[in-house]
Structures are given as structure tokens and as C-alpha cells.
């Protein structure tokens, strides 16, 4: 039989052994909890991060959010997240109040990785290891998924989203300006379909005798026939020499109104003659053909102010075809600089139509008019993303 002395001393060393060893095993205890924990957090982190992944990649255009869909599609991305936070014990880092916005590819088309992390600040409750690591621990989970919303095969390459107008004929004749006044080959020039502006003279009157033209023929992205010229062509014309010196000090040169209005003819004979202009009045829209003096002269030769003039016209030619505008291109340009280069090219800003224009601004990836062609300044284009 054990003696109650004994007994009462193995009684005490149980519990001093107890009091040794409980601590350690609640230590142990608390640091299972804590890596449990955390562990539990990261899956769950990791389920919220693939969900965030996958949504980004289907609702590509989502960002940025811009328009009041893009702001409902933000708004559902956060809400998928949240859904998805299970019982995580942990403070999900949100800077500026929001998850973080996925991050995409240089070109958001499919195929494209769509990339999304998430994290998580995880307080321990194991003080002996709140003293060896940071408290709080930031537990970070990143999901990656492909783009698959888009054309995937068979895609077109250029651009055809509504059917194109007719393309404008962008040649046009060279009329004949020799033999002209100066004032009459421009017009012909300008009634042909050319540019105003392209029409270069040396300095003298409008009244002068076109002696010959040089045309310089710019490089035309729809090639003209042989007979034909670029519409942005230029000439240059010389002139014929006037007779000099004058015969006497009184005289006046005769000025060339070939191919001038009947009224600019007139007008440029009385500025210089007292002699009759015939017709004296109307018919003032109708074309110089020919010019005829009294004394008979030439352009350019020298008569008395007394001499008259007699001229036959004929009728003025029909209005020249509309000039061309260049085709911006604007692919992989964004939509919201898109109507600076196409109101820029001379086309109205209301004929640049944006398709998904619930989804603004995107990148621009197809245009019904193929860029760095000519068409009517009053085209229609559609652009899509």
C-alpha cells in the first residue's frame, strides 16, 4: 500500500509538469490555427482571383469604366468578387475603395492573357510568432485567363463593316490652255476638276497669253489612264512676251480675254481702252471664245486707246466634279481622337459613326473606307472595335 506522502508528491509533479508543458502545446495550437488560416485564406483568395480573371477576360471593354454599361460591368466585376469570398478570415486590400483592375495585353484581342490579383491582410493570433513575422501577413493570389470574346478565324482583315460608296473618279482631263489669257487657263483649269490652288502663273496680269504649261503629276493610290491626270496634279504656265518697245508712248497692250467671263473681259478692256467693247452689255456668264480689234491686232501688241473690241463667247462649261477627300486611317487608333484626322481630311464630323457607341471610347480596329484612298468629302465610315 502507497503512502499518502507519496501519492500527494507525484499528484504535485503532474502539475508542475502540466503548467511546463501546456503553454508549448497551446503555442503549437495557435500556430496550427494561424497556418490554417492563412492557408484557407489563400484558396478561397486564389477562387476570387480566377473568377475576377475570367469575367475580365469576357467583358474585355469593360475597362475603363467610361459609359454607364462599363460602369455596370465594374460594378458586377466587384460584386462576382465578393460573392466569391466564402468565409476568407482576412481584410481584402481595396485601394481607393475598389478591387484592383485587371491588367490586359498590348492589344486586348483573343488569345490575350487577362491578368488579376488580389490580397488579403491576415492578423495573427500566436503572439510568439506575431513577434518573428509581419502582423498583419499579406497573402497575395494571382489568376491569368485568355480573351475569348472576339473574332477568332476567318476574321476580316480590313475593314468592311457597312457597304462602301462608290469610290470617286479621281482623274481627270487636262484642258488645252495655250493660246488662253491667264485668267481663261485657270479657269479651264478649275472647270476640269483640278485644284485652284495648283495652278501656278509668274508674276503678271491676268490678261496675259498662256505660252505653254509644265504639269507635275503627284503619285495617285488609283493609277489614271495615259489620257488622264491626278485631280491634286499642278501646272505652271509661261507667258507669251509682250511687244516691246511700245510703238508710241500712248498705246496700250491688248489684253488676251480668251476663255475669261464676257463681264471680267469687258471689265479689263475698259480699264485700259475708251474704244467700244462689244456686247457692250449682258451675256456676261457666256465664255470668250475669240476677240477681235479695230485696228486688227494680237494679244499683247500695242493699240491706241481709241480701238475697239468684238468678242464671241460661248456657254459657260457644267460645275467641275467634286474634289476628293483622303481617307484617314484609324485603326488601332482610340475613338475618342478619331474625329480630329476625319473632320482634318475635310470630311463632316457627323459621317464618322461609331459602332458599340454604348461601349466608348475603345480602340478602333476595323473602318468601311480603307484608309489612304480618296473618296467624296461627304462619305459615310463606320468604325467598330
Given at each position: ?14 502539475v508542475?509538469e502540466l ?11 495557435l ?6 488560416r ?6 478561397e ?9 475570367n469575367?475580365?477576360?469576357l467583358?474585355?471593354?469593360a475597362?475603363p ?16 468578387i465578393?460573392?466569391n469570398k ?5 481584410a ?18 483573343p ?7 488580389l490580397q ?38 480590313g ?29 479651264a483649269?478649275?472647270?476640269a476638276?483640278?485644284v485652284?490652288a ?26 489614271c489612264a495615259?489620257?488622264?491626270?491626278f ?18 508712248p ?18 479689263a ?20 471664245d ?20 468684238d ?5 459657260p ?8 477627300c483622303?481617307v ?5 487608333t ?6 480630329v484626322?476625319?473632320t482634318?481630311a475635310?470630311?463632316?464630323a ?8 454604348n461601349?466608348?471610347?475603345?480602340t ?7 484608309g ?7 462619305s ?6
Amino acid at each position: 500500500m502507497r503512502d499518502p506522502k507519496h501519492r500527494q508528491n507525484e499528484r504535485g509533479q503532474s502539475v508542475v509538469e502540466l503548467a511546463l508543458v501546456a503553454p508549448l502545446v497551446l503555442l503549437l495550437l495557435l500556430i496550427t490555427i494561424d497556418f490554417g488560416r492563412v492557408f484557407m485564406g489563400w484558396v478561397e483568395l486564389n477562387s476570387m482571383a480566377r473568377v475576377a480573371a475570367n469575367y475580365s477576360a469576357l467583358h474585355e471593354d469593360a475597362w475603363p469604366p467610361v459609359t454607364a454599361k462599363q460602369i455596370a460591368e465594374r460594378a458586377e466585376y466587384e460584386a462576382l468578387i465578393d460573392a466569391n469570398k466564402g468565409v476568407i478570415d482576412c481584410a481584402p486590400v481595396k485601394p481607393g475603395g475598389h478591387y484592383p483592375d485587371p491588367t490586359f495585353g498590348g492589344t486586348r484581342e483573343p488569345g490575350d492573357l487577362v491578368s488579376v490579383s488580389l490580397q488579403c491582410n491576415f492578423t495573427l493570433i500566436a503572439p510568439f510568432i506575431r513577434g518573428l513575422l509581419p502582423n498583419p501577413v499579406v497573402v497575395t493570389s494571382t489568376a491569368r485567363f485568355p480573351i475569348t470574346n472576339g473574332c477568332l478565324a476567318g476574321c476580316d482583315t480590313g475593314v468592311v463593316a457597312a457597304t462602301p460608296p462608290v469610290a470617286i473618279d479621281n482623274c481627270r482631263t487636262v484642258p488645252s490652255m495655250t493660246n488662253l489669257s491667264v485668267a481663261g487657263a485657270r479657269n479651264a483649269w478649275v472647270a476640269a476638276g483640278f485644284v485652284a490652288a495648283n495652278f501656278h502663273v509668274p508674276s503678271g496680269s491676268e490678261t496675259r497669253t498662256v505660252a505653254s504649261r509644265t504639269i507635275s503629276d503627284p503619285q495617285n493610290p488609283d493609277p489614271c489612264a495615259p489620257a488622264k491626270l491626278f485631280v491634286f496634279s499642278s501646272v505652271s504656265v509661261t507667258l507669251a512676251d509682250l511687244v516691246t518697245p511700245k510703238p508710241t508712248p500712248t498705246c496700250q497692250y491688248v489684253p488676251d480675254m480668251r476663255g475669261m467671263s464676257v463681264s471680267d473681259g469687258r471689265a479689263a478692256w475698259q480699264a485700259l481702252f475708251t474704244g467700244a467693247f462689244a456686247p457692250a452689255t449682258g451675256q456676261d456668264t457666256k465664255i470668250i471664245d475669240t476677240q477681235t480689234t479695230n485696228p486688227t491686232s494680237q494679244p499683247g501688241e500695242c493699240l491706241e486707246p481709241t480701238a475697239t473690241m468684238d468678242v464671241t463667247y460661248v456657254d459657260p462649261p457644267p460645275p467641275p466634279p467634286a474634289l476628293p477627300c483622303l481617307v484617314p486611317s484609324l485603326v488601332n487608333t482610340s475613338s475618342s481622337t478619331a474625329s480630329v484626322p476625319w473632320t482634318g481630311a475635310g470630311f463632316t464630323a457627323a459621317n464618322l459613326q461609331f459602332k458599340h457607341s454604348n461601349q466608348l471610347p475603345y480602340t478602333i480596329r476595323t473602318q468601311s473606307l480603307i484608309g489612304n484612298t480618296y473618296w467624296p468629302c461627304n462619305s459615310v465610315m463606320d468604325v467598330d472595335r
